[in-house]
Structure formats: C-alpha cells, structure tokens
C-alpha cells in the first residue's frame, strides 16, 4: 500500500479518488436536474450526435452525421429524431448551407455550446481543480 492510500474491500484510493469522487457526485446531482444533461446523455446516439457536431466546432450537415455516427447506435430516422428534438428543444440551429441551399446544417445553440463546453471543462480537469 502506497502512502495516501486507504484500503477497503473494494481496492485502493487515494484521498485524491475520494474528493474528485466527491466532486463529480456533486457535480451530478446538479447536472442532472437540467433539461440540456438529459438530452445530451439519454442514449448512446444522442451523446454521439451531439459529439459529432461538438467536434466540427460550427455546422455540420445531416449526411456527415450519418457517416460519422456508428450504425449500431441508430438509424438515420433516429438520427433525424435527435436533430430535431434539438431544434425543437432550442439546443441546435439549424440553418440552410451558405454554398448549397439544399443541404440543411446543425450547430449548437449558444446556450448549449456554453452547457457543452462547461461539462467538456469538468471533464478534462478530470474534476481535480473544477
């Protein structure tokens, strides 16, 4: 056993593991009461979806999505559900492409890119200093 850590019947963690644990169900707990955690996290190909546009960092169109999103997650009508439901629900834009106007784009809205990218911070201080 290593100095800091405590033993249980469970494994070893620090008093580190303990306070980001501490954290992180902190963090949870408010998360998710908000409307925008449970559109984000209520399946595998909605968190995939919102990856998908979160990693173009602007707009990205229906087809790109399709490609980008692993089938098994869903089909492209579901997809489709997720694109709308955001837009409904005021999480995503959507526009008509500047270049070609038949191809309709999605982006976050600015209060879900602000959510987004506040849970994007919680994540990758790995919940030590946020």
Known sequence: MHKG??????GYMTKNDYQVLARVKKDWTERVQRKEYWYLFSSPLN??????IGLRNG???FEEICQ??????GSRSSILTVLNDGVIFGYLNK???KRDKRIRVYGFSDAFKMYFCGW???????YGNG
């Open 68 to 73: 980008r999103v692993p089938k098994k997650f």
């Open 5 to 10: 850590e405590q033993k249980n019947e469970r």
């Open 95 to 97: 526009s008509v492409l």
């Open 120 to 126: 994007l911070q919680k994540i990758g201080n790995g």
């Open 47 to 52: 968190f995939s979806v919102l990856s998908e």
């Open 59 to 61: 707009e990205i169109n």
